[in-house]
């Protein structure tokens, strides 16, 4: 079984409603296609059950590997018994473990990289739309190309450049002690971390909201759940 951490902030469903319903069905969509491309059930654990399941408190049987998503959220306004929680997994990553945008920044963290916004938008840059990305931020939003920077068991090696969808304005600053640096973008140079020697990868863009145009996320997370 594929365990979700679902990191989406619960003043979110409360303070953003209007943003709610699309976050949801995101979380879905992404529940179904983890099953399909897996071959294994994906159960959805909120981020506040972390605590209580890494301390055997809430039972869940069968667990093969974990997920953690992305953020919508400052890490700030998270509980920090709870995010010491994750970051003590990602230091010792018993299974294997992949991470998804904000998580894969928190992991970085955790095994004492920077983490911090890209910086400011140049001045002639136009608006954006999105609800969580601060205007005047230079940010990644949409699909966009990123590049295969090293040899990785999760990417193409005969297509060194691939399209995903990105939805950020932070980024790993430094790459910490212990990774393999494998994706880069012009913008954001540290797109994806190997670990040398535990089971732990993760990704700054999203490769679960892949379309049929933009199939490249999917292929990549097909390799994620082969890896053991």
């Not at 230091?91 to 998804?100: D, E, M, N, Q, V």
């Not at 955790?110 to 840059?125: L, V």
Request: proline share 8%; with cysteine; hydrophobic share 35%.
């Amino acid at each position: 079984m594929i365990l979700l951490i679902d990191m989406t902030h619960l003043d979110f469903s409360e303070n953003k409603p209007e943003n709610w319903q699309s976050v949801a069905h995101r979380r879905l969509r992404t529940k179904y296609r983890f099953e399909e491309l897996s071959g294994e059930p994906c159960h959805i654990l909120r981020y506040t059950q972390f605590l209580a399941w890494s301390r055997g408190q809430y039972p869940i049987s069968g667990v093969s590997r974990l997920v953690f998503s992305g953020f919508n959220t400052e890490f700030d306004q998270y509980p920090a018994d709870v995010l010491d929680s994750i970051k003590a997994w990602m230091l010792s990553a018993r299974l294997p473990t992949f991470t998804i945008c904000g998580s894969f920044q928190l992991m970085a963290h955790a095994h004492g990289a920077e983490i911090a916004p890209i910086g400011p938008a140049p001045g002639d840059s136009p608006k954006h739309n999105d609800p969580i990305v601060p205007q005047g931020m230079t940010a990644e939003l949409g699909f966009l190309s990123v590049q295969d920077h090293q040899p990785s068991k999760l990417f193409d090696r005969e297509r060194p450049q691939f399209t995903v969808f990105q939805h950020h304005y932070w980024e790993v600053k430094d790459i910490p002690d212990g990774f393999r640096h494998t994706a880069s973008s012009p913008v954001c140079y540290i797109q994806a971390l190997e670990h040398n020697t535990l089971p732990l990868a993760g990704v700054q863009f999203h490769p679960e909201d892949y379309d049929d145009t933009h199939p490249d996320g999917k292929t990549l997370l097909m390799n994620v759940f082969k890896k053991r």
